[in-house]
């Protein structure tokens, strides 16, 4: 009788694991298809954008050093999660640029900040005809966001946005595209789990 008990109990365990398997399965390739079809405040399918060769990342305006250590901190993370490129902080010929400042020092680099003064970060994509991104941008505005782990949410963010995961949602609190504010400096396992998806 206990034994039939145990066997139940087992078959039981096997299946509520099967089951919750497959379910986080699905929620990865859901909220993946959220993430990388939309733009932020667009409705439209988009063309999924991504970088097919290594990303050097060039560092320009107020490089504060708590910033520059959780930049690396970012870097090292999405290296252990992306295998199919590397991802490399340079000090020449970029094809990410990061901008840590003001939306008055960043206009005079880039024209697609303009009429964007009350933004807490920003990021734009190029890309080739085959949705390869080419270059892209992710702009921290410290002259209006002053908490450091916002600044620290809002870098991990608009990198990983200008690496072509473009949406924000309000389905997850805890995950870097949340929509709503969020002060949140780790990927959650989710956001992990779609990175590798869209990346590997």
């Given at each position: 009788?206990?034994?039939?008990?145990?066997?139940?109990i087992t078959l039981l365990l096997v299946l509520v694991t099967l089951s919750s398997y497959s379910?986080?399965?699905?929620?990865?390739?859901?909220?993946?298809?959220?993430?990388?079809?939309?733009?932020?405040?667009?409705?439209?399918?988009?063309?999924?954008?991504?970088?097919?060769?290594?990303?050097?990342?060039y560092v320009d305006g107020d490089k504060q050093p708590y910033l520059m250590v959780e930049l690396?901190?970012?870097?090292?993370?999405?290296?252990?999660?992306?295998?199919?490129?590397?991802?490399?902080?340079?000090?020449?010929?970029?094809?990410?640029?990061?901008?840590?400042?003001?939306?008055?020092?960043?206009?005079?680099?880039?024209?697609?900040?303009?009429?964007?003064?009350?933004?807490?970060?920003?990021?734009?994509?190029?890309?080739?005809?085959?949705?390869?991104?080419?270059?892209?941008?992710?702009?921290?505005?410290?002259?209006?966001?002053?908490?450091?782990?916002?600044?620290?949410?809002?870098?991990?963010?608009?990198?990983?946005?200008?690496?072509?995961?473009?949406?924000?949602?309000?389905?997850?609190?805890?995950?870097?595209?949340?929509?709503?504010?969020?002060?949140?400096?780790?990927?959650?396992?989710?956001?992990?789990?779609?990175i590798k998806l869209f990346y590997n």
């Open positions: 009788k206990s034994n039939n008990m145990k066997k139940l379910q986080t399965k699905k929620e990865i390739q859901d909220y993946h298809d959220t993430i990388v079809n939309y733009v932020e405040g667009n409705s439209h399918i988009q063309n999924i954008t991504k970088y097919k060769k290594d990303i050097l990342i690396n901190k970012i870097v090292n993370e999405l290296n252990n999660l992306i295998n199919t490129i590397d991802i490399k902080i340079v000090d020449t010929k970029c094809n990410m640029l990061v901008y840590l400042g003001t939306v008055k020092d960043y206009s005079k680099i880039t024209k697609d900040i303009l009429n964007r003064s009350n933004v807490n970060g920003y990021g734009v994509i190029y890309s080739d005809l085959q949705y390869n991104i080419t270059y892209s941008e992710a702009f921290v505005n410290l002259g209006k966001v002053k908490d450091i782990k916002r600044q620290k949410h809002i870098l991990r963010e608009e990198i990983t946005q200008a690496m072509g995961l473009t949406n924000d949602t309000y389905q997850y609190f805890n995950s870097i595209f949340y929509q709503g504010y969020s002060s949140i400096t780790e990927y959650s396992n989710l956001d992990k789990e779609v």
